[in-house]
């Protein structure tokens, strides 16, 4: 096996219970695991990257990762959302929804998803995906090809195709209601647990499985139970969208008298494989008038929430707060999912908008941000191989560079990168031991080639919009520009 030695201006080292920043350091890895952390490695090495002016840190693990050509950001100035084809009609479910992707263009999305990730400096990705363009869910032959796709990357995955047993239908009126199809969900479920025996721990351990039941206001409880007791039975983690929108937290009440986290507890799905974007509509929160202790639920449950601090700003919501959960004794993990993929950005945001949900400027640190991004979000894995330097540990790693004009004076590193920085300063990626990105450079992906496909994906799934949306306008009426385009003189 390769013994490789990466050297760094600052190397973001683990000391067996928190993050140490060592000035002038060393890691080296043999294989696919770190054997050394420190100064002055005497061993031999077959070969050696110097990252300068950088920090060596480990790979962010983002547990609600970006695996699509973005919709959401469609509903960034055009809403109501549920009118600009991010809720089916009616007519559009009762004519039959239809895949508005090849399956071609299903694996290019995921394909051109992941490196999105490992160019942000992401070694270990749980994607998510829209399901507005499908048929129904995900199919368990796509996440197939998504495992292939992930490998010839190498970026670390956990994977397993998304299922549902209903959608929220938009009636010609404008009012609401759940189309439901158990059947169609159970058999979902039936196919991700065939993935995970299929998948869970191929190519070497690159790709793990998981559960990816969606939204919680379209699952049944049968759905529900069943999904946690084959997350028990195989040991994998379960992911399911929650208390992310008063519209949900408020169909949940409606339906069972229960708030989401207590309706999740009476059918014992929480655990610490419980995965829960997004954790904002909670019992305590300003916007919630319900009583009830959602919070003490969770922390003694031992679920994770995913915390993705971009897309809720965008709709105008965040966490109440990231520190009032955390200290409640929840783990929170960070998410990236939508674009860009920027872990950096995300917590960076989440930083502020944790002390203006606190009024405080001590609410929360760069620190506690690095560490949901990192060991935290590894914990909620169950993998203490990931999410820090250490020996023993995998070897996944990234070069920040601190070098570029653009970062100014560097004070602390991590504060440095998250006050100045971006996804785009990451220079190098190490996952499982494989250089998977070399100075910007993905192996083998022409980058230029690979936006232009993108591009002309994304804006031929555009110009099917109107067939899913309400009374189905032209798409020039769905989405309008920030300011008139004047005609070609």
Same mark, same amino acid.
């Given at each position: 096996?390769?013994?490789?030695?990466?050297?760094?201006?600052?190397?973001?080292?683990?000391?067996?219970?928190?993050?140490?920043?060592?000035?002038?350091?060393?890691?080296?890895?043999?294989?696919?695991?770190?054997?050394?952390?420190?100064?002055?490695?005497?061993?031999?090495?077959? /070969?050696?990257?110097? &990252?300068?002016? %950088?920090? !060596? +840190? #480990?790979?962010?693990?983002?547990?609600?990762?970006?695996?699509?050509? *973005?919709?959401?950001?469609?509903?960034?100035?055009?809403?109501?959302?549920?009118?600009?084809?991010?809720?089916?009609?009616?007519?559009?479910?009762?004519?039959?929804?239809?895949?508005?992707?090849?399956?071609?263009?299903?694996?290019?999305?995921?394909?051109?998803?992941?490196?999105?990730?490992?160019?942000?400096?992401?070694?270990?990705?749980?994607?998510?995906?829209?399901?507005?363009?499908?048929?129904?869910?995900?199919?368990?032959?796509?996440?197939?090809?998504?495992?292939?796709? /992930?490998?010839?990357? &190498?970026?670390? %995955?956990? !994977? +397993? #195709?998304?299922?549902?047993?209903?959608?929220?239908?938009?009636?010609? *009126?404008?009012?609401?209601?759940?189309?439901?199809?158990?059947?169609?969900?159970?058999?979902?479920?039936?196919?991700?647990?065939?993935?995970?025996?299929?998948?869970?721990?191929?190519?070497?351990?690159?790709?793990?499985?998981?559960?990816?039941?969606?939204?919680?206001?379209?699952?049944?409880?049968?759905?529900?139970?069943?999904?946690?007791?084959?997350?028990?039975?195989?040991?994998?983690?379960?992911?399911?969208?929650?208390?992310?929108?008063?519209?949900?937290?408020?169909?949940?009440?409606?339906?069972?008298?229960?708030?989401?986290?207590?309706?999740?507890?009476?059918?014992?799905?929480?655990?610490?494989?419980?995965?829960?974007?997004?954790?904002?509509?909670?019992?305590?929160?300003?916007?919630?008038?319900?009583?009830?202790?959602?919070?003490?639920?969770?922390?003694?449950?031992?679920?994770?929430?995913?915390?993705?601090?971009?897309?809720?700003?965008?709709?105008?919501?965040?966490?109440?707060?990231?520190?009032?959960?955390?200290?409640?004794?929840?783990?929170?993990?960070?998410?990236?999912?939508?674009?860009?993929?920027?872990?950096?950005?995300?917590?960076?945001?989440?930083?502020?908008?944790?002390?203006?949900?606190?009024?405080?400027?001590?609410?929360?640190?760069?620190?506690?941000?690095?560490?949901?991004?990192?060991?935290?979000?590894?914990?909620?894995?169950?993998?203490?191989?990931?999410?820090?330097?250490?020996?023993?540990?995998?070897?996944?790693?990234?070069?920040?560079?601190?070098?570029?004009?653009?970062?100014?004076?560097?004070?602390?590193?991590?504060?440095?990168?998250?006050?100045?920085?971006?996804?785009?300063?990451?220079?190098?990626?190490?996952?499982?031991?494989?250089?998977?990105?070399?100075?910007?450079?993905?192996?083998?992906?022409?980058?230029?080639?690979?936006?232009?496909?993108?591009?002309?994906?994304?804006?031929?799934?555009?110009?099917?919009?109107?067939?899913?949306?309400?009374?189905?306008?032209?798409?020039?009426?769905?989405?309008?520009?920030?300011?008139?385009?004047?005609?070609?003189?």
């Amino acid at each position: 096996m390769t013994t490789t030695r990466v050297r760094a201006r600052h190397v973001i080292a683990w000391d067996g219970t928190s993050h140490r920043t060592l000035r002038d350091g060393e890691v080296v890895f043999r294989g696919d695991t770190i054997i050394f952390v420190g100064r002055g490695y005497e061993g031999p090495v077959d /070969a050696e990257i110097d &990252g300068g002016n %950088a920090v !060596l +840190g #480990p790979g962010f693990i983002d547990l609600n990762a970006l695996g699509d050509l *973005d919709t959401t950001v469609l509903a960034f100035d055009n809403q109501p959302d549920w009118a600009k084809g991010r809720t089916w009609p009616e007519d559009y479910v009762a004519s039959g929804p239809i895949e508005m992707y090849s399956d071609e263009e299903q694996t290019f999305k995921m394909k051109y998803a992941f490196a999105q990730l490992i160019r942000n400096g992401i070694t270990t990705a749980l994607p998510i995906t829209s399901m507005f363009y499908r048929k129904w869910a995900e199919t368990y032959d796509e996440f197939a090809r998504s495992a292939e796709s /992930a490998a010839e990357l &190498g970026i670390r %995955a956990y !994977l +397993g #195709p998304c299922y549902m047993t209903g959608v929220e239908v938009v009636r010609a *009126d404008g009012s609401f209601h759940t189309h439901w199809d158990e059947a169609r969900g159970l058999k979902g479920l039936a196919d991700a647990e065939r993935y995970i025996r299929s998948f869970d721990g191929a190519h070497g351990g690159l790709i793990r499985g998981m559960l990816a039941p969606d939204r919680i206001e379209n699952c049944t409880p049968e759905l529900i139970r069943r999904s946690a007791a084959v997350s028990a039975e195989y040991g994998v983690p379960v992911r399911l969208h929650c208390c992310q929108s008063m519209d949900e937290f408020d169909s949940i009440v409606a339906r069972y008298d229960m708030t989401p986290i207590e309706w999740l507890k009476s059918l014992d799905f929480l655990s610490e494989r419980s995965l829960l974007p997004h954790g904002v509509f909670l019992t305590g929160h300003s916007q919630v008038a319900r009583q009830g202790d959602d919070v003490g639920i969770l922390a003694a449950s031992g679920a994770t929430l995913i915390h993705c601090p971009l897309v809720l700003s965008r709709y105008g919501g965040t966490m109440e707060s990231f520190a009032r959960l955390r200290k409640a004794g929840i783990r929170i993990g960070l998410g990236t999912d939508t674009f860009p993929p920027d872990m950096v950005e995300n917590m960076r945001l989440g930083i502020s908008l944790c002390r203006v949900a606190d009024h405080s400027v001590t609410a929360a640190s760069a620190a506690d941000f690095y560490d949901a991004a990192t060991v935290h979000a590894a914990d909620a894995l169950g993998r203490p191989d990931l999410g820090r330097l250490a020996v023993g540990a995998k070897a996944d790693m990234t070069l920040f560079d601190l070098s570029d004009f653009a970062i100014g004076q560097v004070i602390d590193p991590i504060q440095t990168m998250m006050l100045s920085g971006t996804g785009r300063d990451f220079r190098t990626s190490i996952i499982n031991g494989r250089v998977v990105m070399r100075d910007r450079q993905l192996p083998g992906v022409d980058l230029e080639e690979w936006n232009a496909r993108a591009q002309a994906q994304f804006d031929g799934l555009i110009a099917k919009y109107p067939l899913r949306t309400l009374h189905h306008p032209p798409v020039e009426d769905i989405f309008a520009p920030s300011y008139r385009v004047l005609d070609a003189g």
